[in-house]
């Protein structure tokens, strides 16, 4: 497998944002990308504009809401799932699977669930479980896989600058963490975190209370890695660059750098 540079990046409108995007693209030229929150049907997804870019691409739209896409640069993704599997009914467009560069790409937009409690947490508890099932055969495959998207969760305290304010919020509840640590106690690797433990390092910084020019951030867009591609972690990283542009996403760019060969083992954290 060739060396490969995998991020995530919800856009929060790929329409308002798509020069943005593109900025981006050509800026640090990663090889596999993650979509999140299109915000756009199917047939208003800019491929056309992507293709010229130099990247192929798979997407699963909805209008006004939600919406996922895969990026492959120099290539086209492979579909294997276009919805997650056990939620074929489920009318909200969050998953979205690919087969690209030799690496198996899940890429999620997992439901927020405010206000909680209520029917959007549980619909939001339901659909992470769902994840997990499917995340356990993923998990097991014999090929390389990356579980990458905007998980609309904070793992831990130190994932965010304070809880003051968002103690009663969907994405620090209990609940909603322990669906987390069941993923990685499938044997998933938290690429951030496992690379740098003791740091607090954010990947989304809402509109609010001037949140990014204070850094006040929270780490909700995760790159959770497979025992096969775990081992040729190299790198990871954010380009908070990206959130002090003109009209950014409230979100910035998360990526892995995977190696041709396995560097070492890894041992979770």
Known sequence: MQSLKIATFNVNGIGARLPNLLQWLERERPDIVCLQELKAQDNAFPAKALEQAGYGSVHHGQAAWNGVAILARDAEPLLIHRGLPGAEHDPQARYLEAAVLGVIVGCLYLPNGNPQPGPKFDYKLQWFEQLIQHAQTLHSSEHPVVLAGDYNVVPTDLDIYNTRSWLKDALLQPESRACYQKLLDQGWVDSLRHLYPDERVYTFWDYFRQHWQKNSGLRIDHLLLNPVLAPRLENAGVDAWVRNEEH?????????????????????T
């Open 248 to 268: 950014a996403s409230d979100h910035a760019p998360v990526w892995v750098q995977i190696s041709a060969k396995p560097r070492k083992r890894i041992q979770r």
